[in-house]
């Protein structure tokens, strides 16, 4: 029989969360949580923590990852997709066992909510509800889950339609902002992010001795008939581009007044988040070290994509600006990944979700004060990757280019709007900071585009040309 490690790790790396894709890994062990089911209960419930080294001689951190495991005497017919394995397990009085992702398994998946709803204490495991001051959702305790298969980093479950179990797979040392953040809305009494429900914390050993604690899971109250800002941005691109002769503003589906209310609703946000977390100023020294960290990243992608090469000197001047600011800037927990698909629209209005931050950046700068700009900025890249995303099935077509710039820059000025009344300042007086992140995140865009999507490169290599001519 195989080894449970060299199953586990055939088992990970089939899986779209795990994030050691692209290169040699090895999966060197799999320690185990205390279970979370009941004595002599069938399927035995706990948490694995599977620790992945990188190639041989790289110089590579040990990643840990977090894999439920439901363990079953026979094999479970539905199942067949989540099996991780089959071995002989001690710790069940060396049983032979089916290993499963317990996330998949809905005998399995009920200890949690059960847990959380009940502020659970466990040895290495913490499970803690939180309160909401006119809490709006109760979960039944037999509520069935069902595994999103929109996720790619985390693993998410709806139960009963009512709440949303976001489990992290890949584990870091700390407070995860996602958590943090959204916690302390909740119990602000904020109503533009999903309500948490409750969290749970977790002890794993630490590679090479010792021990590390951090977020495991989130449940947030799920939201019913909600679209993602993406996909409703989308479809007003496409009801323009269907009526390439008219404006956007002209066409059913014009966006601009939804665009208004979402800037105003990050204003708000962002309000909330100062008030609940606290601010702080950076000093002129500060904005001078992130201007020079931007040429840094500028002078990367310039060397790897030359097709930034001929509009870097025009972004750099956006970087000297920066450089040269000599103002405070007041900063504030943000955020930090923020774009149309992080946004839902329901009933009530627009809702944030997903404050984790940029999955590629640690977790000591997904949790370090920044500046609200550069939350709207993403925002505004993203307006113009709708309007662009769709140009390829209008190749040519010099008019629906034209309603694509014109889509981009209406939507953009409207969210800005929005935010500015709520806000009580324009965000586009603070211009340096403003085109400084605008170019910092087109760089960005340049390197993934080119490196994932080189269909999609010509979006932000526009942008690029854009911005340089300022």
């Not at 001051?133 to 305790?141: K, Y």
């Not at 939201?223 to 002769?245: I, K, M």
């Not at 977790?363 to 709207?376: G, H, S």
Request: aromatic share 8%; with cysteine.
């Amino acid at each position: 029989m195989t080894s449970h490690l060299d199953q586990v790790q055939s088992f990970c790396a089939s899986q779209r969360w795990f994030g050691e894709k692209g290169h040699d890994v090895h999966v060197e062990a799999l320690a185990t949580s205390v279970w979370l089911s009941d004595a002599d209960a069938w399927p035995a419930v706990r948490i694995g923590f599977v620790y992945c080294s990188g190639p041989p001689g790289m110089d590579t951190p040990i990643r840990v990852y977090q894999l439920p495991l439901s363990y079953h005497r026979a094999p479970v017919e539905n199942l067949g997709h989540a099996l991780v394995g089959e071995w002989i397990e001690p710790d069940l009085g060396d049983t032979e066992v089916w290993v499963y992702d317990a996330l998949h398994d809905k005998e399995a998946t009920p200890y949690w909510l059960d847990a959380i709803t009940h502020g659970r204490q466990l040895d290495g495991l913490e499970f803690q509800p939180v309160q909401a001051p006119e809490p709006s959702v109760e979960v039944p305790a037999d509520a069935q889950s069902l595994v999103l298969t929109v996720e790619q980093s985390n693993t998410s479950l709806v139960f009963g339609d009512v709440a949303l179990l976001k489990v992290f797979r890949r584990l870091e040392p700390g407070s995860n902002p996602g958590v943090e953040i959204e916690s302390a809305l909740t119990e602000a009494g904020s109503e533009l992010v999903p309500e948490v429900l409750g969290s749970a914390r977790g002890r794993w050993p630490r590679a090479g001795g010792g021990t590390d604690q951090g977020e495991l899971a989130m449940l947030t109250a799920f939201q019913r008939n909600a679209t993602d800002g993406w996909s409703f941005a989308t479809s007003s691109v496409r009801d323009l581009y269907a009526e390439a002769d008219l404006h956007a503003e002209e066409v059913g589906g014009d966006f601009a007044a939804e665009s208004h209310r979402l800037g105003a609703s990050t204003a708000q946000v962002h309000s909330e988040l100062a008030k609940a977390l606290g601010t702080d100023v950076w000093e002129p020294a500060k904005l001078v070290e992130h201007a020079n960290a931007m040429r840094r990243r500028l002078d990367a992608a310039s060397a790897a994509i030359p097709e930034l090469g001929p509009y870097a000197a025009g972004l750099a001047r956006a970087f000297d600006a920066l450089a040269e600011y000599g103002q405070p800037v007041t900063v504030q927990r943000i955020h930090g990944d923020f774009h149309l698909g992080q946004v839902l629209r329901t009933i009530e209005g627009w809702k944030l979700i997903d404050f984790e931050g940029e999955p590629a950046k640690s977790l000591i700068e997904r949790r370090a004060l920044d500046t609200p700009v550069k939350d709207l900025a993403g925002m505004l890249r993203s307006f113009d990757y709708a309007a662009r995303s769709l140009l390829e099935d209008h190749r040519g077509d010099q008019q629906i280019a034209y309603r694509a710039t014109e889509w981009a820059a209406r939507n953009q000025r409207a969210f800005l709007d929005g935010y500015a009344e709520v806000a009580g300042t324009d965000p586009r007086q603070q211009h340096v900071l403003m085109n400084a992140f605008l170019a910092d995140k087109v760089i960005y865009e340049v390197l993934y585009e080119a490196r994932n999507r080189p269909s999609w490169l010509p979006i932000p290599l526009s942008a690029a040309a854009q911005l340089a001519e300022q």
